[in-house]
């Protein structure tokens, strides 16, 4: 039997922040998992080198499913982000050794291909409505069938979703940027522009919004509504998740589609959601909610209720993230799209990734696990800064959900 020789917690950053896991077997076989919690970053590594590396010393790499339940049982203390975060990255890692000890790609070993490819969406933003229709001219012009939209809510500047630079990071270097909120303005404009780029460009593609947290039940419910014409394929977050019963209040005021759980990380988080159908799409992600063992048990349960998977993506999910979720998005019967952002080139320079993207649609590679590298030489010219992600308040200075 082969036995868990050694296990490194690697912290770099190419453009952004990422933690990885690296596991190597006495076979020499090694394995990666993703370990990045986006603006608490260190909090994970500390937990995987300082609590969860002593007790994988030893252990048989092949028991994923029994490494799982010891690490999330045996911690005594359950759910939360920065614990999911850490046993996913374990889970993620002994996917990818399984693979490599069988010669196969992760979607194999999790029962072969559904589907000859995935269906992404991509992030069109811009500043106002022109800078957004040109915006998504260019994402369909790369093939995209499906696109998230997001502008600049006029009077607020750096509003959520709007890219700066070439890639949309909003995490800020020392202390978190803080930006102003005004429901009302967003309310407002939100459907003014969601309407602009329906009557731009038809309804021959998928067109989603982010709502990112920022009303209460009945605004959302007013939206949804007002949503209706333009077709959403999602309103994602449209309010917070902490209260699952605020989602019946919303549904029962509207049919707009609505996509929940980037922010998630266990079963039980949504599990009111899933089994009272308060939901459509369920946007956990493997780096956040368990590792690959997890989500397809979350996944399974959205199949029973027909709420489909829509995978969280963003910049802050390395490639190794994203490797594992194509391959688990490549096999479940109930998969709906996935968030892809692309990356910078200086974090493909770290991660060299077998995952392809061709007509609006990803793919795995057949290389044996989950198909990423990391170099090491690399990651060194790109040492941890800490970043934080903004903080929103409303415009008389009270906090607000960002
Ligand atoms: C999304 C998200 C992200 C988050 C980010 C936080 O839908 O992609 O809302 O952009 O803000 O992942 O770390
Ligand atoms: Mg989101």
């Known amino acids: 039997m ?10 770099t950053s190419p453009g952004r922040n990422f933690v990885t ?7 020499g076989v090694v394995g990666l998992g993703d370990a990045t919690l986006n ?19 030893g252990r048989d790499p092949a028991r994923i499913e029994d490494t799982w339940q010891y690490l999330y ?7 939360g982000p ?5 046993i996913a990255a374990v889970d993620t890692a002994l996917w990818d050794i399984k693979g490599k000890v069988a010669g196969l790609p992760v979607h194999q070993l999790l029962g072969g291909r559904s589907r000859e490819g995935v269906m992404v969406y991509g992030h069109a933003s811009g500043h106002d409505v022109a800078s957004l229709i040109d915006d998504v001219a260019r994402y369909r012009d790369a093939g995209y069938q499906a696109i998230r939209a997001q502008a600049a809510v006029p009077g607020l500047p750096g509003s959520y979703g709007v890219r700066k630079g070439a890639v949309y990071e909003p995490a800020a270097t020392s202390l978190p940027d803080e930006q102003l909120w005004d429901t009302g303005a967003y309310l407002r404009f939100a459907p003014q522009y969601l309407g602009a780029v329906r009557e731009e460009f038809g309804f021959d593609f998928h067109l989603l919004h982010d709502v990112h947290h920022r009303l209460t039940p009945i605004e959302a419910a007013r939206l949804g509504r007002a949503l209706e014409e333009v077709q959403l394929f999602w309103m994602e977050d449209p309010t917070p998740v ?22 998630l990380s266990s079963i039980w988080d949504v599990q009111q959601l899933i089994t009272e159908q308060l939901i459509d799409y369920v946007r956990m992600s493997v780096v956040h909610a368990g590792g690959i063992t997890h989500l397809r048990r979350v996944f399974d349960l959205a199949s029973l209720y027909q709420v489909r998977t829509g995978s969280h993506g963003a910049t802050d999910l390395s490639p190794v993230s994203l490797a594992a979720a194509v391959h688990l998005d490549t096999t479940v019967p109930n998969f709906g799209i996935q968030e892809y952002m692309g990356f910078t080139d200086e974090t493909g320079e770290v991660f060299r990734s077998g995952v392809t993207f061709s007509k609006g649609m990803l793919d795995v590679s057949d290389a044996p696990g989950l198909g990423v590298e990391y170099d090491d030489e ?4 790109f040492p941890y800064e800490a970043r934080y992600l903004p903080v929103a308040r409303r415009l008389d200075g009270s906090v607000h959900d960002w």
């Open 39 to 57: 603006g608490r970053e260190l909090a994970v590594a500390s937990y995987l080198r300082d609590h969860v590396a002593p007790l994988l010393l």
């Open 21 to 27: 896991l690296r596991v190597t077997a006495s076979d």
């Open 73 to 79: 049982r045996g911690a005594y203390w359950r759910r």
């Open 2 to 11: 082969s036995k868990i020789e050694k296990v490194e917690v690697l912290v």
């Open 82 to 86: 920065v614990t999911m975060t850490s």
């Open 378 to 381: 690399a990651a060194a010219r």
């Open 242 to 263: 902490e209260n699952q019963d605020s989602f019946r209040l919303i549904r029962q005021h509207t049919t707009t589609p609505l996509a929940v759980g980037e922010v």
